[in-house]
């Protein structure tokens, strides 16, 4: 390894020479390429919300008919030849291809009687496979995801998510195509990857639940569109079935269902089993709210349609994860908690007989809880350092010290097995996956990760703070080279909704771009969780502008503390963090020279027409009240693009098949910067066998990520870098 290191550190010097930052100015003006394809003539459509007229230039895209189609994909070969005419493009994503290869990752760890099932992409892989590892310690494929592209004729497949029953002897896998999501589940042998039931469609975010015999599962299943539905129709009425592997699905909740509780067609319906217990969980989740709703009933009911569900938790309890063993349900909430406290009760009784095991702390935010037989496992967290604590059956609470210092990515277990797996990672120390076992208080590394030596200190890891302008201080990491602070590119990243978190993890990608000349940071906006329930509200609903007007703040504090300037400055966001880049390039372009938007929500005013706009109304409201409308249009890029106005050059990428944010979404948006007079460089990036980012490739994202280095590098005027003719 440490020949590679040499290498990767020797191509980087070679890609950007480190004595052009200690000017702290870019070397040239970034290049304005030519020959881009026209931009769409604007159709307008005016319409009056609550008396406030909104103009809408390019509805006609949301169409998708087959001009604004072939005019996306003439976008994005344009897109592509920029690119590939940045000479050390080509360079820089062999390296970043070949460290990346050089580590093995894998994820989504499950615990059964006969052994761990994970995903896992081995080194030099492009996938990830479904893995079985036996009591033996001995591995073994079950779906190979590579076979499954091949089989068909190249189109990408990926694992969306699996299950194994309880004795390990059976596992149900959906997969998808395309990056559609659309799953389809089927039921696999563990011991030789037969197939033994299935495939069942619809089954996108099935969640299958096995009862403890293995006989069969509940899942979660999208409705039967009627011809004709509109596309906000789609995850509508989504229900719950259990199916005994011979016969087709039977519903027992939903909307649609005339079965159980779950009324309300936005509310998803999934039913969970309690290990040992006989009893069967009924969850509703109103589309992205994080607060649930949860019932209980005998596990024999719930699979014949005659449950008679008890109440456990509402909505306004303020719980957002259940979990339970044979004794004790678990629940996590932020009722008068804002950084989040366990409570438990036992089995069959109401919340009014919960007792809290976990106090909230204002200094420590607890993540998510995790049933074992030997209690409850609960990931937590002081600033961005993690923290693992042990509820045990008498109800004393232990803090486990942990093998190294990191965030807990990941928590696995059984909730009829003692002990956890756990997984540890931080911003430059690779993941790591352990064991902890309770009657050793002993944590094992389980080797589940492969991969080179890798040195953290080649790079410096700065935890900040920057001043937003109400005073509240927002965190800001910084990942760079070891030494001296000076302007560099950065690119700084940001997402700010649903109360997600954006913790340290590893990924080759920022080690690869910091050894080619750059900086990468994350600002911690609110909107997101970093900070508990308040730093999520804190940026939401009419307090939204505080999550781009953060990041806002971050890229002030990156320049002033020397890191960068505003020529050399590229701010990032993604999906929903598509509105606090989108909004803050618009409110300050002025401050960037670069603003990249992947598979962003840039027009939030029309997100509710999607598939997926509905169950996104609890985050980001609908404009059929009137605060919601307000606050949407607030937060709409697009709709604050005007034509005097020259903002910092744009790439936005999309793709073809995705489900959460309409490709329409950045396709209008690049249209509308196209109308500018004197625009900056506005890049469609179109990818036509992916969607939204789940399940891609590495070789697809590692392209991906090679683009954004370029165009990080490019606006920020390194001569080696600018586009050629």
Request: aromatic fraction near 8%; hydrophobic fraction near 45%; include cysteine.
């Amino acid at each position: 390894m440490p020949q590679r290191k040499a290498s990767l550190a020797a191509t980087a010097a070679v890609l950007v020479g480190a004595s052009i930052w200690a000017q702290g100015a870019p070397a040239v003006k970034p290049i304005e390429p030519g020959g881009a394809p026209a931009g769409l003539p604007a159709k307008p459509v005016e319409e009056t919300y609550f008396g406030t007229k909104v103009t809408d230039r390019f509805r006609f895209m949301e169409a998708k008919d087959p001009a604004t189609i072939a005019w996306m994909k003439a976008q994005g070969a344009y897109a592509r030849s920029v690119f590939d005419s940045i000479s050390p493009r080509a360079e820089y994503l062999r390296t970043l291809s070949a460290f990346g290869a050089s580590f093995g990752f894998v994820r989504a760890v499950q615990v059964t009687r006969n052994g761990l099932f994970y995903l896992e992409r081995k080194p030099g892989s492009d996938v990830y496979d479904l893995v079985v590892r036996d009591a033996a310690g001995q591995t073994r494929t079950l779906v190979d995801t590579a076979a499954l592209i091949k089989n068909a004729s190249g189109l990408p497949q990926a694992i969306d998510y699996f299950a194994a029953s309880r004795d390990g002897k059976l596992v149900a896998v959906g997969i998808s195509s395309g990056g559609s999501e659309a799953s389809v589940l089927t039921v696999l042998n563990a011991a030789t990857a037969a197939r033994v039931a299935g495939p069942i469609d619809r089954a996108q975010w099935a969640s299958p639940a096995w009862t403890d015999d293995g006989a069969g599962l509940f899942l979660g299943r999208l409705q039967q569109l009627r011809p004709g539905a509109a596309p906000s129709d789609k995850y509508l009425n989504y229900s719950s079935s259990y199916w005994d592997l011979k016969n087709p699905p039977v519903p027992v909740a939903g909307a649609a269902t005339g079965l159980g509780p779950v009324k309300d067609p936005v509310t998803l319906a999934f039913t969970g089993v309690v290990p040992g217990a006989g009893r069967a969980l009924l969850f509703g989740i109103h589309g992205v709210q994080t607060e649930i709703e949860a019932w209980i009933a005998p596990l024999g009911d719930a699979r014949s349609q005659h449950a008679l569900w008890q109440p456990i938790v509402r909505r306004d309890d303020a719980v957002t994860a259940v979990e339970a063993n044979s004794r004790t349900i678990y629940l996590l909430s932020h009722q008068d908690a804002p950084t989040f406290k366990v409570m438990a009760l036992p089995l069959d009784n109401t919340l009014a007989s919960a007792r809290t095991v976990i106090a909230a702390q204002p200094d420590r935010v607890i993540e998510s809880i995790h049933a074992a037989s030997d209690g409850l496992y609960v990931a937590a967290r002081r600033g961005l350092d993690g923290q693992l604590l042990h509820v045990r059956p008498d109800g004393a609470v232990a803090e486990l010290k942990l093998p190294f210092r990191g965030i807990v990515s990941e928590v696995a277990t059984d909730a009829a097995r003692p002990g956890a797996v756990v997984a540890l990672e931080g911003w430059v120390n690779p993941p790591a996956h352990y064991r902890y076992d309770s009657t050793k208080d002993t944590f094992t590394n389980l080797g589940l990760i492969s991969g080179p030596p890798f040195e953290p200190d080649h790079y410096a890891v700065a935890e900040l703070s920057a001043a937003a302008a109400d005073g509240i201080r927002i965190p800001l990491s910084v990942i760079g080279p070891p030494g001296p602070v000076s302007p560099r590119p950065t690119l700084l990243d940001a997402y700010g909704s649903y109360g997600f978190s954006v913790l340290p993890a590893f990924t080759p990608r920022i080690p690869a771009f910091v050894q080619a000349g750059g900086v990468y940071a994350e600002c911690h906006v609110r909107g997101g969780g970093e900070l508990g329930e308040a730093w999520r509200l804190g940026g939401k609903g009419a307090n939204k502008p505080n999550s781009w007007r953060d990041f806002i703040a971050c890229a002030e504090a990156l320049i002033a503390k020397g890191y960068t300037t505003r020529d050399m400055l590229t701010i990032q966001g993604t999906s929903a963090g598509g509105i606090t880049v989108g909004r803050a390039a618009t409110e300050r372009p002025d401050l960037f020279a670069g603003a990249i938007a992947r598979v962003g929500d840039v027009d939030s005013l029309r997100s509710e027409v999607m598939p997926s706009g509905p169950a996104n109304v609890p985050e980001f409201g609908t404009f059929k009240d009137e605060q919601g409308f307000k606050n949407l249009l607030a937060m709409d890029a697009y709709q604050h693009v005007s034509d005097d106005v020259r903002y910092p050059a744009f790439l936005l990428t999309t793709g073809l098949n995705d489900p959460r944010v309409e490709p329409w979404e950045p396709a209008k948006m690049a249209a509308r910067l196209l109308e500018g007079a004197h625009h900056a460089p506005v890049l469609l990036r179109v990818e036509d066998a992916a969607g939204h980012g789940l399940g891609t490739t590495k070789s697809t994202r590692d392209a991906e990520d090679a683009d954004i280095a370029a165009f990080v590098f490019w606006r920020a005027g390194v001569a080696q870098w600018q586009p050629g003719p």
